[in-house]
């Protein structure tokens, strides 16, 4: 459960949702809210502090974390984990990696098919 609240509040800040500075529902309040146990929104908000997400001050509760562009910082990290769930499966599958672009390029022009004008696949005529 306390992953949920991780992945929601990062979700936020990378959405731009929530700016640097904005204070976070306190942890009562986020528990009593979220039906969950005081522990375990304690537990989120810490895994969101070591992960640079949400600040904490003593005696004033937490805020989101002043960062250059923290949104952009996270978005690349999930980005980064989301290249390595997708090397990991195509390694599974045993794609060559001619056959990994092939389907990336179909993945990001759905309507055709190929890739990006000015990419080639393949061997040309």
Do not use: F
Not at 73 to 80: F, V
Not at 83 to 95: F, K, Y
Not at 102 to 107: P, S, T, V, W
């Amino acid at each position: 459960m306390y992953q949920q609240i991780v992945d929601q509040v990062t979700a936020k800040v990378m959405a731009g949702d929530w700016s640097a500075g904005q204070s976070l529902p306190s942890i009562r309040e986020l528990a009593a809210a979220s039906r969950v146990s005081v522990i375990t929104v304690r537990r989120a908000y810490e895994e969101l502090e070591r992960a640079g997400v949400i600040a904490t001050r003593q005696g004033k509760g937490s805020v989101v974390a002043e960062g250059g562009d923290l949104p952009t910082a996270l978005m690349h990290e999930e980005l980064q984990r989301q290249l390595e769930a997708l090397l990991a499966c195509a390694g599974r599958l045993g794609l060559p990696r001619s056959e990994l672009h092939r389907l990336i390029d179909q993945a990001a022009n759905p309507e055709t098919g190929t890739a990006n004008p000015g990419t080639r696949q393949g061997p040309t005529p």
